[in-house]
């Protein structure tokens, strides 16, 4: 986690590594999805998400990159770190990661639940449209035929 403190703001960056491609790609639609909710609550910090690439912040530091990590950045302004709300503010900041990888598996247990049904309901499908087996009489050598009990 990296800490700026300037006189009209804090800048909070920490990385996140994701475990496959299919958790990078949801905590990205996840991070949009947050930014837009931003817009509902003008006193939310504004939240910044970039994916490979380090933000401004860490780039004379040795951070790790890689196609799997992320780094998401809060931008804390004085109505945030002011002696009433700045123990809330910590507290949601140390809660976010958490937070994003609760949400990104969620999001893959809803997925895949849905496929399953989808699955399911294709398979009901094909079996509807398989043709019905003719039953064939079974003889003896003698020419009876067996019966089904």
Not at 43 to 49: E, I
Request: hydrophobic residues 35%; aromatic residues 10%; contains cysteine.
């Amino acid at each position: 986690m990296y800490v700026e403190s300037k006189k009209d703001r804090v800048t909070v960056v920490f990385s996140t590594v994701f475990k496959d491609d299919d958790d990078v790609v949801i905590g990205k639609v996840f991070m949009q999805e947050f930014k837009e909710g931003r817009r509902a609550s003008p006193t939310a910090p504004q939240g910044l998400f970039s994916h490979r690439e380090p933000p401004l912040e860490l780039k004379d530091t040795d951070v790790a990159v890689g196609d799997n990590i992320g780094y998401i950045t809060f931008v804390l302004f004085p109505r945030h770190t002011n002696a009433r709300a700045r123990d809330n503010a910590i507290n949601l900041i140390h809660t976010f990661w958490d937070y994003l990888h609760y949400h990104i598996k969620c999001s893959k247990a809803y997925i895949h639940t849905r496929m399953r049904a989808k699955t399911s309901d294709f398979l009901k499908v094909l079996n509807r449209a398989r043709p019905d087996a003719e039953k064939k009489e079974v003889k003896t050598i003698t020419g009876k035929t067996f019966s089904s009990r």
